[in-house]
């Protein structure tokens, strides 16, 4: 899917899906290091809960925040 908002079960196949997530890089990246003895199973799930702990951690932070003005719009728009 493009975005968490794109649910792309309802418009592609399963096995397609499926087919595609073989050559995701991150798993790849993982299933390399633990073949070759860097990184074991325990080791990946913590790491995992880790950064699932800092991704809801942000989410709760931005969902928590106030909106923003739309006078703030030009602030971050060029470098400095």
Same mark, same amino acid.
């Given at each position: 899917?493009?975005?968490?908002?794109?649910?792309?079960?309802?418009?592609?196949?399963?096995?397609?899906?499926?087919?595609?997530?073989? &050559?995701?890089?991150?798993?790849?990246?993982?299933?390399?290091?633990?073949? &070759?003895?860097?990184?074991?199973?325990?080791?990946d799930a913590t790491i =995992? =809960?880790?950064?699932?702990?800092?991704?809801?951690? =942000?989410?709760?932070?931005?969902?928590?925040?106030?909106?923003?003005?739309?006078?703030? =719009?030009?602030?971050?728009?060029?470098?400095?």
């Open positions: 899917p493009h975005t968490s908002n794109d649910p792309d079960r309802f418009y592609r196949d399963p096995e397609e899906i499926a087919e595609q997530r073989k &050559h995701d890089p991150v798993l790849r990246f993982s299933t390399f290091l633990k073949q &070759h003895g860097f990184l074991t199973e325990e080791q =995992a =809960a880790r950064v699932a702990a800092e991704v809801d951690e =942000a989410t709760d932070y931005a969902r928590s925040a106030p909106p923003p003005v739309p006078e703030d =719009a030009p602030l971050y728009l060029y470098g400095s």
